[in-house]
């Protein structure tokens, strides 16, 4: 979901699987396409997947959720086109990461949210506990939720790739790294 120019498929193509992708943007379509990516156009806010039923084993949607309106159709027709015992894996931007509740705590806005569409388009917030109990209404069983690195200083100043050692903290705190990794598995 949300292929973008197709870094994510290509990985899992060479990996031995089929992948496919939708995007909004037209011009990530044709670069994925480019690539030998089956990619279609669909915006999440208001079409359906052009997919079949059960078409899936591995759905991959990142840093998608938080930018649709309608989170719950969107996890409908991820149900709908995963295979019974297929799997879901979804990242999203973490609302109450360490820095964003040290932020808060200031007074000052927390990162990856928005008061209007002019940022990233972040629509939604979640947090690691929102996002398991909408996944489980939706009948997603959670199967793994990890971090990707926890903010200790504010992510302009030191960031996981700058300081390689960060990301071993998302196993010790999951709940305060700046991105929620969940995997899921439909029931």
Not at 71 to 88: I, P, Q, S
Not at 171 to 176: G, V
């Amino acid at each position: 979901m949300g292929c973008s120019v197709g870094d994510w498929a290509a990985h899992w193509i060479e990996k031995g699987w089929r992948g496919s992708g939708v995007d909004i943007d037209d011009e990530h379509i044709a670069i994925s396409r480019g690539r030998g990516i089956e990619a279609k156009r669909c915006d999440l806010n208001k079409d359906r997947l052009p997919f079949a039923n059960e078409s899936f084993d591995l759905i991959f949607a990142g840093e998608v959720i938080e930018h649709l309106i309608d989170t719950d159709a969107f996890l409908d027709e991820l149900y709908r086109c995963l295979r019974t015992n297929g799997r879901v894996i979804i990242t999203n931007p973490n609302l109450v990461s360490f820095e964003n509740r040290l932020r808060v705590m200031l007074g000052i806005y927390p990162v990856w949210v928005n008061y209007n569409l002019s940022g990233p388009g972040h629509v939604r917030a979640y947090s690691a506990s929102v996002l398991k109990k909408q996944l489980r209404e939706h009948g997603f069983k959670i199967l793994l939720h990890r971090g990707n690195w926890v903010p200790f200083v504010p992510q302009k100043f030191l960031n996981d790739i700058q300081f390689p050692p960060l990301p071993t903290m998302r196993d010790w705190f999951p709940n305060l790294s700046m991105d929620i990794i969940m995997a899921t598995q439909r029931l």
